[in-house]
């Protein structure tokens, strides 16, 4: 487990599914996501297994957000490994109860995940795509030190238009050299 001031992060449970369906399928919260078509209770925990196995075969690490008052389960995080030599990593996360947005917890989540991925897993560097309608997540990951290194123009439908995606990064050394 990973802990922070008022969160931590742990490793996922089937018996998580019950609460990360209360929130999933939300349009509000999907509109920031890949996947934009709804997920059934089957997928995710065939997702949950998934991320045991990734785990296992250092593939991808997800962590289950979780508040440390509560115990209360409101979101996913995920470091994947892109490459094994240059030590390039991929970053995401989505707090799935929109009870818990802009409290800081999606902060102190990436924080909490960027420090295991340098100290821990060793990264040289950690990347992620953002979309343009979501300022708040690129504000998020630019409290934590990440740069905006491109963009893919129009390259994502939403709500019947093509947005932008923004791909941010952030070194090892910017990282240590980061005084938050
Ligand atoms: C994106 C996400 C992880 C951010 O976590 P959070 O806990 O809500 O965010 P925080 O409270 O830690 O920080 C939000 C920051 O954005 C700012 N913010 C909020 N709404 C904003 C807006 N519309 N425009 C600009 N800044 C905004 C806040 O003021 C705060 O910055 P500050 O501390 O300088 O005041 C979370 O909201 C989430 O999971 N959303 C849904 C899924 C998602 O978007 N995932 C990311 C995909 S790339």
Known sequence: MLFGQNI???GLELSDVPELMKHWNNRE??????KITPQSIQE?????RNTWNERKNGNSYVFGICLV????YI????VRILDTISRRGNLGISIFNPDYWN???GTEAIRLILDYSFTTLNLHSAELEVFSNNPRAQRCYEKNGFKKTGVRREALFRDGKYIDIFLLD???KEWNN???
């Open 75 to 78: 979101g996913n995080s995920e």
């Open 44 to 48: 995710e925990e065939q997702w949950i």
């Open 170 to 172: 952030i070194t090892k």
């Open 103 to 105: 409290k800081g917890y």
């Open 178 to 180: 980061l005084n938050i």
């Open 29 to 34: 919260l999907k509109q920031f996501l890949n």
């Open 69 to 72: 008052e509560t115990d209360l």
């Open 8 to 10: 931590y992060l742990r």
